[in-house]
């Protein structure tokens, strides 16, 4: 699929296959010429190259992949998430959100692994991503306690377990970003998982930051957290904007 097979496994002709899609990666002009051009290129610069996908959910004409992308063997490598939107059987536009792993985190758990079981027994309720909403957009810390699972399982590597740790941890972010906005672009739910795709400013004027939110959910309650986050750059190679 996508990038995977034009990245990972070397088959070109998938993206000869793909529409003459829009990119937001800044690092890259739109159409498939240009994957073309980007996989030849990292195959040929890191030929021992690892693209393990750890989870992918996908709704409507959008899919979702989450990886563990090492180009250098040893190295950290870093967290991706692409977004893939398809009109039929051909990808037409396609956005990611890339982020180094580092050495450590706050919580000892890292970008990846997941701790919690899946449970899928029925749709996950769109509603519940007034959770967000009430959190990140109106900065109600109260959410946590209404919508958290109390020990939930965070991966983000500066914040640790729990709802307590969180309160702690966004209070001093919402008090030293007083004018922070954060505006959903896009969510994509399947079975418990459900990603929201935004773009937190902390100041106007500020090109703010690119950031995926993934939650797994269970009985109405949060129970573990992944992001990836990204800054916009000031420049890009598409001049289409990273969201």
């Not at 040929?44 to 250098?72: C, N, T, W």
Request: hydrophobic share 40%; charged share 20%.
């Amino acid at each position: 699929m996508g990038l995977q097979g034009v990245l990972h496994g070397g088959r070109f002709q998938q993206a000869d296959r793909s529409a003459d899609y829009i990119q937001h990666d800044p690092t890259v002009k739109d159409g498939a010429a240009a994957l073309k051009g980007l996989a030849t290129s990292i195959r040929k610069q890191f030929p021992e190259a690892k693209y393990d996908v750890k989870r992918v959910i996908s709704e409507g004409d959008l899919v979702m992949l989450h990886s563990d992308v090492v180009l250098v063997p040893g190295t950290k490598g870093s967290s991706v998430i692409d977004i893939f939107r398809f009109r039929g059987a051909k990808t037409a536009e396609h956005l990611d959100v890339i982020q180094s792993v580092p050495d450590t985190t706050a919580s000892g758990n890292d970008m990846f692994l997941a701790l919690s079981s899946p449970q899928v027994t029925q749709p996950l309720d769109h509603r519940l991503t007034k959770a967000f909403d009430e959190l990140m957009v109106h900065k109600d810390l109260t959410a946590l306690d209404r919508y958290w699972d109390a020990g939930y399982l965070q991966h983000n590597p500066q914040m640790q377990n729990g709802v307590a740790a969180g309160k702690v941890g966004l209070g001093g972010c919402f008090a030293t970003a007083p004018q922070l906005t954060v505006t959903p672009k896009r969510v994509i739910a399947e079975g418990d998982l459900v990603a929201v795709h935004s773009l937190y400013v902390n100041y106007p004027g500020d090109r703010g930051t690119v950031i995926l939110d993934l939650f797994r959910v269970r009985h109405g309650k949060i129970l573990e957290h992944w992001d990836i986050t990204q800054s916009v750059p000031e420049t890009s190679a598409d001049g289409n904007g990273m969201i």
